[in-house]
T-cell receptor
Framework: GAGVSQSPSNKVTEKGKDVELRCDPISGHTALYWYRQSLGQGLEFLIYFQGNSAPDKSGLPSDRFSAERTGGSVSTLTIQRTQQEDSAVYLC???????????????FGPGTRLTVL | GENVEQHPSTLSVQEGDSAVIKCTYSDSASNYFPWYKQELGKGPQLIIDIRSNVGEKKDQRIAVTLNKTAKHFSLHITETQPEDSAVYFCAASGGEGSNYKLTFGKGTLLTVNP
């Protein structure tokens, strides 16, 4: 079946502009995650959605970053007034709901490479 | 919060040799340790994981060991092949306040030379 998809695959923008990145999770996955991967770095957690629960936004680096998940499916990560340090690959992942005491594999999309000039 | 250190950052081996990547973590409450492989231009893909009630797990040429006392875990790839060349990430989860978040190491670029 289809995996996690993200669009666009590449985005080049000018400093100060707003950008929206989209994630389509695997059908039936209620958990959705956004990560940021900077050059030579590991993946940095940004935000987590689980069903209708309030999202965990603890990883968002500043108030310029926000994310929504509509209808429990598609998610959009928005970065306002982009800065050069926002340049990175933004990865989305989805998983089945986590069972008590258990873990479900996170399936990653191919990412969106954001370049802020 | 959790902190995961990964070594080495780069590793070059000859085809057929073994490769070992090591990670340490800081939160003793962490209890889930996955390893991901990321090929160029693609998202990370889970290759093996281990839970804290297990000391070792093996899947064909790949094995992971976990030492909870020392808070470190390792990935072992035997009989390496050129297609094993990729960036490998370790991660930890399940610690205090983060029972779903994965904290990743910075990655190891593995190159298998034919």
């Amino acid at each position: 079946g289809a995996g996690v998809s993200q669009s666009p695959s590449n985005k080049v923008t000018e400093k100060g502009k707003d950008v929206e990145l989209r994630c389509d999770p695997i059908s039936g996955h209620t958990a959705l995650y956004w990560y940021r991967q900077s050059l030579g770095q590991g993946l940095e957690f940004l935000i987590y959605f689980q069903g209708n629960s309030a999202p965990d936004k603890s990883g968002l680096p500043s108030d310029r970053f926000s994310a929504e998940r509509t209808g429990g499916s598609v998610s959009t990560l928005t970065i306002q007034r982009t800065q050069q340090e926002d340049s990175a690959v933004y990865l989305c992942a989805s998983s089945l709901a986590r069972l008590a005491g258990g873990y479900n594999e996170q399936f990653f999309g191919p990412g969106t490479r954001l370049t802020v000039l | 919060g959790e902190n995961v250190e990964q070594h080495p950052s780069t590793l070059s081996v000859q085809e057929g040799d073994s490769a070992v990547i090591k990670c340490t973590y800081s939160d003793s409450a962490s209890n889930y340790f996955p390893w991901y492989k990321q090929e160029l231009g693609k998202g990370p893909q889970l290759i093996i994981d281990i839970r804290s009630n297990v000391g070792e797990k093996k899947d064909q040429r790949i094995a992971v060991t976990l030492n909870k006392t020392a808070k470190h875990f390792s990935l072992h790839i035997t009989e390496t092949q050129p297609e094993d060349s990729a960036v490998y990430f370790c991660a930890a989860s399940g610690g205090e306040g983060s029972n779903y978040k994965l904290t990743f190491g910075k990655g190891t670029l593995l190159t298998v030379n034919p």
